[in-house]
């Protein structure tokens, strides 16, 4: 059972290129979440998504965009690359919230370096 | 919008020693999720708690759902060197956003 798996591992990019980040679950969970991290820091939500065709924005959302055409994979996109979005980026997926065991899992993280 | 206030900010203790920590909402949460993340990995649960006052223990590990509603609590008792890492609250109230906390970077000493 794989769980929630982010592709690629480490990337960098230059100022202004564009980047899709893609996330995958195996667990059919509804809720998926994409978070970064800054050094030292706790994680931000960016987007969440609680199904397929069904996305909102969380609390860092400028600068990137999200879709959610199937329930597995919730892909990150990055279209012009900024020193600022230099960062780890985290997958995470739930069951909805209403539901008794609504912990969210997550993958292992991309780690992104803009220059 | 919904904040979590995580203290405290770090921690420096001796191997044996016990540790509590504790997350604060301004609004009110209907889950609370305790994480640990260790260097270069993802974070991963250590406790969920579903309703106010449920007290949930993880081997060494106890957490607790404020009565308020409004806050969280984990405790870890007789500290080993593998409790080194950070640890994240989270939380979810009456929208379907899990927020997370700032942290507790925990470092112990032998």
């Known amino acids: 059972n794989a769980g929630v798996t982010q592709t690629p591992k480490f990337r960098i990019l230059k100022i202004g290129q564009s980047m899709t980040l893609q996330c995958a679950q195996d667990?059919?969970?509804?809720?998926m979440y994409w978070y970064r991290q800054d050094p030292g820091m706790g994680l931000k939500l960016i987007y969440y998504?609680?199904?397929?065709?069904?996305?909102d924005k969380g609390e860092v959302p400028n600068g990137y965009n999200v879709s959610r055409s199937t329930t597995e994979d919730f892909p990150l996109r990055l279209e012009l690359a900024a020193p600022s979005q230099t960062s780890v980026y985290f997958c995470?997926?739930?069951?909805?919230?209403?539901?008794?065991?609504?912990?969210?899992?997550f993958g292992q993280g991309t780690r992104l370096t803009v220059v | 919008g919904q904040q979590l206030n995580q203290s405290p900010q770090s921690m420096f203790i001796q191997e044996g020693e016990d540790v509590s920590m504790n997350c604060t909402s301004s609004?009110?949460?209907?889950?609370w999720l305790w994480y640990k993340q260790d260097p270069g990995e993802g974070p991963v649960l250590l406790i969920a708690?579903?309703?106010?006052?449920e007290l949930t223990s993880n081997g060494r590990l106890t957490a607790q759902f404020g009565i308020t509603r409004k806050d969280s609590f984990l405790n870890i008792s007789a500290s080993i060197p593998s409790d080194v890492g950070i640890y994240f609250c989270?939380?979810?109230?009456?929208?379907?956003?899990?927020?997370f906390g700032t942290g507790t970077r925990l470092q112990v000493f032998p």
């Open positions: 708690l579903y309703k106010a006052g």
């Open positions: 995470a997926s739930s069951l909805p919230p209403r539901t008794r065991y609504t912990e969210a899992f």
């Open positions: 609004s009110i949460f209907n889950t």
């Open positions: 998504s609680v199904g397929a065709g069904i996305t």
């Open positions: 667990m059919n969970h509804n809720y």
């Open positions: 989270a939380g979810r109230g009456n929208t379907d956003k899990l927020i």
